[in-house]
Each structure stands twice: as structure tokens, then as C-alpha cells.
């Protein structure tokens, strides 16, 4: 996602971001969002993004 820049991340970070993700997974687990493929979405707002 970013490029290799020699710098070391901030404190936490590592954890935040699985923190972000696992309560991502849970909301979706609880059904309170929904999963929609790249096919999907591009099929819907009616352009190619493929």
C-alpha cells in the first residue's frame, strides 16, 4: 500500500490497523455490513472497472 521508505512506523500502528480490521470482520460477521466484490460495485454504478 505505501512504498519502502526506510522509516520505522509509529508506535502502535501494527495494532491499530488489526484492530481496525478485526472490528471490520466482526460488524460483518453480526451482519451489519455487507461484502461487495469489485465486479459488483462496477456492475452497479454501470462502468468497467475490471
Known amino acids: ?3 519502502e521508505t526506510g522509516q520505522q512506523p509509529e508506535n ?12 471490520t470482520l466482526d460488524k460483518k460477521a453480526r451482519g451489519e455490513m455487507t461484502y461487495h466484490t469489485l465486479d459488483d ?3 452497479e454504478l454501470g462502468f468497467n472497472a475490471r
Open 1 to 3: 500500500m505505501t512504498s
Open 12 to 23: 502502535g500502528h501494527d495494532a491499530w490497523v488489526r484492530r481496525q480490521v478485526q472490528q
Open 41 to 43: 460495485v462496477a456492475d
